[in-house]
Nanobody
Framework: QVQLVESGGGLVQAGGSLRLSCQAS????????MGWYRQAPGKQRELVAA???????NYADSVKGRFIISRDNAKNTVFLQMNSLKPEDTGVYYC????????????????WGQGTQVTVSS
């Protein structure tokens, strides 16, 4: 099992910055992709950014040029630096990780953090 603990959410004015962190712990063989989804009130959860273990990165079009995702593989931690925040960035941000349990189990499972609230005031 993989436990994901997030931190760094909060309230910020438009134009401000926040940095989210998410550390994975528990029993697992390897973690491939890690990243962040968000869910605004009344909307579906959407992918914000993701990074593979090899360093390949994807961003949602809405955050390109403003958000930066990074990863520390040695610490199984992923970060999301959010700059030039807008009110439409408001939502609950969820960390996720794709992981294998053992070297003999090839199934890749998705694990989720508990979510951290980000509120951007106008």
């Amino acid at each position: 099992q993989v436990q994901l603990v997030e931190s760094g959410g909060g309230l910020v004015q438009a134009g401000g910055s926040l940095r989210l962190s998410c550390q994975a712990s528990g029993s697992f063989f390897t973690i491939s992709a890690m990243g962040w989804y968000r869910q605004a009130p009344g909307k579906q959860r959407e992918l914000v950014a993701a990074v593979s273990s090899a360093g390949n990165i994807n961003y949602a079009d809405s955050v390109k040029g403003r958000f930066i995702i990074s990863r520390d593989n040695a610490k199984n931690t992923v970060f999301l630096q959010m700059n030039s925040l807008k009110p439409e960035d408001t939502g609950v941000y969820y960390c996720y990780a794709l992981a294998r349990q053992s070297s003999t189990d090839y199934a890749v499972r998705t694990y989720w953090g508990q979510g951290t609230q980000v509120t951007v005031s106008s």
